[in-house]
T-cell receptor, first 116, second 115 residues
Framework: ETGVTQSPTHLIKTRGQQVTLRCSSQ?????VSWYQQALGQGPQFIFQ???????GRGNFPPRFSGLQFPNYSSELNVNALELDDSALYLC???????????????FGQGTRLTVV | GQNIDQPTEMTATEGAIVQINCTYQ??????LFWYQQHAGEAPTFLSY????GLEEKGRFSSFLSRSKGYSYLLLKELQMKDSASYLC????????????????FGTGTKLQVIP
């Protein structure tokens, strides 16, 4: 148990629809990162939120957007879903303010999104 | 950007020792992580290196050479439950006190432990 929870665990959507995925970070963690993991691949960085602001983004189009709330929980929104968006979406929380030690990211169990 | 390479698959025998290598090319290096991921589950943290040398934690050890852009994860006394994917991840960032820190993962090494 990492203290990071994601919802829902599984989701099926139709191409063109919109989806919102949710993440509650571990207590004391102010940074949330989102990753997309296709089958057989490593997690791909989507973006990171630090103290409610996006402060880093990977190579994902603008239809991938997010929010972080004052309690540091976060949402990932994907518009105009495409078949290739089918993947495991992972949320990871961390506390980089602690310096070098204790800054590892803790992952939630993920949301398995299937686009049909 | 970052480039991380690790072998795709490895097989080892129960009770043996296995070394999983990871090479990386990056700027702004600020630490290297190893994660274990069982099929269908989230990655779980194993180790963290930011300075050169060996970090030992029970049956798992991780080594880093920043000048060579090289790390390895060493697993001793292999158990069947160690069959999983092992992800090498490199962090880059502007500072240690908050702010942007991006973690890039390799594609993972799928380890199969056989009896």
């Amino acid at each position: 148990e990492t203290g990071v929870t994601q919802s829902p665990t599984h989701l099926i959507k139709t191409r063109g629809q919109q989806v919102t995925l949710r993440c509650s970070s571990q207590s004391g963690h102010n940074t949330v990162s989102w990753y997309q993991q296709a089958l057989g691949q490593g997690p791909q960085f989507i973006f990171q939120y630090y103290r409610e602001e996006e402060n880093g983004r990977g190579n994902f189009p603008p239809r991938f957007s997010g929010l972080q709330f004052p309690n540091y929980s976060s949402e990932l929104n994907v518009n105009a879903l495409e078949l290739d968006d089918s993947a495991l979406y992972l949320c990871a929380s961390s506390a980089p303010d602690r310096g070098r030690v204790g800054t590892e990211a803790f992952f939630g169990q993920g949301t398995r999104l299937t686009v049909v | 950007g970052q480039n991380i390479d690790q072998p795709t698959e490895m097989t080892a025998t129960e009770g043996a020792i296995v070394q999983i290598n990871c090479t990386y090319q990056t700027s702004g290096f600020n630490g290297l992580f190893w994660y274990q991921q069982h099929a269908g589950e989230a990655p779980t943290f194993l180790s963290y290196n930011v300075l050169d040398g060996l970090e030992e934690k029970g049956r798992f050890s991780s080594f880093l050479s920043r000048s060579k852009g090289y790390s390895y994860l060493l697993l001793k006394e292999l158990q069947m439950k160690d069959s999983a994917s092992y992800l090498c991840a490199v962090r880059v960032g502007l500072s240690n006190s908050g702010g942007y820190q991006k973690v890039t993962f390799g594609t993972g090494t799928k380890l199969q432990v056989i009896p």
